[in-house]
């Protein structure tokens, strides 16, 4: 119940194309839903975070969709640019609590955007 | 601020051997985070401590396994005996109070042979 899947485990795109990647949980006590960039040799990085109070949001090229019902989230990331060439993975945690930010993370997505 | 120090960022070391990495989170942050990430198995949350206390350690593998956090500053993850099985690029992150963002060190890149 603990299990965050991630799809696909890797994906390539043309530069300007879309790229989205999805995730799907289990566990109802989630209630934060952030993703995370990992450039190579690095540390993950935040990219962006939904709660489920509301369907999507949005950072400028990045938008996460999040349906509650589903219990899946997604990230899109329009006009998809080499730079974005990482692996990302979505994560989630219970809100609230000592346990918020105890992150559960999926297995990773490579992207990689050809110029 | 410098973000988040792990040293050694890179440690190779024999089988058997005791191997300790260190830790520095960003001044102010309340929370500290273990994660071990490997090509089988992802990214690992080991475990993580609120004000200096462990609150969750049920992710540390083994009894070989230990961390401490002796004060806000600073924070260990040993390994003894090391064994090859535990190569793999461990991470500290760190976090503030009420704020869910986690902010992950460089790693270190541990290779047990």
């Known amino acids: 119940q603990q299990q965050v899947k991630q799809s696909p485990q890797s994906l390539i795109v043309q530069k300007g194309g879309i790229s989205i990647i999805n995730c799907a949980y289990e566990?109802?006590?989630?209630?934060?839903f952030p993703w995370y960039q990992q450039f190579p040799g690095k540390g993950p990085a935040l990219l962006i975070a939904i709660r489920p109070d509301v369907s999507e949001k949005k950072e400028g090229r990045f938008t996460i969709s999040f349906n509650k019902s589903a219990k899946q989230f997604s990230l899109h990331i329009m006009d998809s640019q080499p730079g974005d060439s990482a692996t990302y993975f979505c994560?989630?945690?219970?809100?609230?609590?000592?346990?918020?930010?105890?992150?559960?993370f999926g297995q990773g997505t490579i992207l990689t955007v050809h110029p | 601020d410098a973000g988040v120090i792990q040293s050694p960022r890179h440690e190779v070391t024999e089988m058997g051997q005791e191997v300790t990495l260190r830790c520095k989170p960003i001044s102010g942050h309340d929370y500290l985070f273990w994660y071990r990430q490997t090509m089988m198995r992802g990214l690992e949350l080991l475990i993580y401590?609120?004000?200096?206390?462990?609150?969750?350690d049920s992710g540390m593998p083994e009894d070989r396994f230990s961390a401490k956090m002796p004060n806000a500053s600073f924070s260990t993850l040993k390994i003894q005996p090391s064994e090859p099985r535990d190569s793999a690029v461990y991470f500290c992150?760190?976090?503030?109070?009420?704020?869910?963002?986690?902010?992950f060190g460089p790693g270190t890149r541990l290779t047990v042979t």
């Open positions: 994560a989630a945690s219970p809100a609230g609590g000592t346990s918020y930010g105890k992150l559960t």
């Open positions: 992150a760190s976090r503030r109070q009420g704020v869910g963002e986690q902010y």
């Open positions: 566990n109802t006590a989630f209630d934060y």
């Open positions: 401590f609120n004000n200096n206390v462990p609150i969750d």
